[in-house]
């Protein structure tokens, strides 16, 4: 099992910026591809950004610019730097983790795809 806890969530004036965290524990892959996802009242989860275990990224088109997703150098935390927040950002942001099979990368966003989820840290955008 493995265990993922958010955190840097709360209300933030538009035009500011926030770091969201992601701790990840227990029984850890060496391969792997870990995600961020939000998810608006009433709409689908949205895939935001994913990184491997090798460091190698890829944001959502439609996104790219103002989500920078990171790791730490123990692999333990997962970050999400969000800029130039608008009221549209507000939404529960979640990470997610699944193994990756080594020779494959990690490609999909789709929330499908992700094994192990956190709880959610809310994010809300005021105008």
């Known amino acids: 099992q493995v265990q993922l806890v958010e955190s840097g969530g709360g209300m933030v004036q538009a035009g500011g910026s926030l770091r969201l965290t992601c701790a990840v524990s227990?029984?850890?892959?060496?391969?792997?591809?870990r995600a961020w996802f939000r998810q608006a009242a009433g709409n689908e989860r949205e895939g935001i950004a994913l990184?491997?275990?090798?460091?190698?990224?890829i944001t959502a088109d439609s996104l790219k610019g103002r989500f920078t997703i990171a790791q730490d150098n123990s692999k333990k935390f997962l970050f999400l730097q969000v800029d130039s927040l608008k009221p549209e950002d507000t939404a529960i942001y979640s990470c997610?983790?699944?193994?990756?099979?080594?020779?494959?990368?990690?490609?999909?966003?789709?929330?499908?795809?992700?094994?192990?989820w956190g709880q959610g840290t809310q994010v809300t955008i005021s105008s």
């Open positions: 997610a983790t699944r193994p990756r099979t080594l020779g494959t990368s990690c490609r999909s966003l789709s929330a499908y795809n992700y094994r192990y």
């Open positions: 990184i491997d275990d090798e460091g190698t990224t």
């Open positions: 227990g029984n850890t892959y060496a391969f792997y591809c």
